[in-house]
């Protein structure tokens, strides 16, 4: 079992910035891949970025590239999203995922999954 844990949410205003974390713990060892999705207010969970485990290998939804980046640290577990010229449509429920094989932007190939942490963008 893996456990992730999300941090760093919190309330910004449009177009500053805010830095995501997710630990993991447990069996960190079958993680593949990590990656971000969101969920705004009536809306279903997209994807953000996803890193794989080496760090060698990033990707992005055309939404947040070029102003989200996102990396990795093995030696703590831990994986991070920066959130640079945040927009009010970036107002979602981030959530922090892990998958044993693949990596992409489909939620069927992560496992998984943070609790997630609100990040608020006010205009």
């Known amino acids: 079992q893996v456990t992730l844990v999300e941090s760093g949410g919190g309330l910004v205003q449009a177009g500053g910035s805010l830095r995501l974390s997710c630990a993991a713990s447990?069996?960190?060892?079958?993680?593949?891949?990590e990656a971000w999705f969101r969920q705004a207010p009536g809306k279903e969970r997209e994807f953000v970025a996803a890193?794989?485990?080496?760090?060698?290998?990033?990707t992005y939804a055309d939404s947040v590239k070029g102003r989200f980046t996102i990396s990795g640290e093995n030696a703590k577990n831990t994986i991070y999203l920066q959130m640079n010229s945040l927009k009010t449509e970036d107002t979602a429920v981030y959530y922090c995922?892990?998958?044993?094989?693949?990596?992409?932007?489909?939620?069927?190939?992560?496992?998984?999954w943070g609790r997630g942490a609100q990040v608020t963008v006010s205009s």
């Open positions: 995922a892990a998958g044993p094989l693949t990596m992409g932007g489909s939620e069927k190939e992560y496992v998984y």
């Open positions: 447990g069996r960190t060892f079958v993680i593949f891949s």
């Open positions: 890193i794989s485990r080496d760090g060698a290998s990033t």
